[in-house]
């Protein structure tokens, strides 16, 4: 009885482990391309020569 109770408690550490392993590496690949995109826009709105400058609208 104890050694299935170990058993189930060791799975479920992995299953979240693995849950919240994975919702950072999402969170920081968003971060990533959100960070791309908006230094794409800068990069274009100084070549165009427009003062307007795009800045994050959160922080992470």
Known sequence: MENQFLSILALVALVLLVAVTGGVGYLT??????RQ???????????????????PTRKI
């Open 37 to 55: 995109l908006r230094d794409k826009e800068n990069r274009e709105l100084r070549l165009s020569g427009k003062k307007t400058k795009v800045t």
């Open 29 to 34: 690949l968003v971060g990533w391309r959100d």
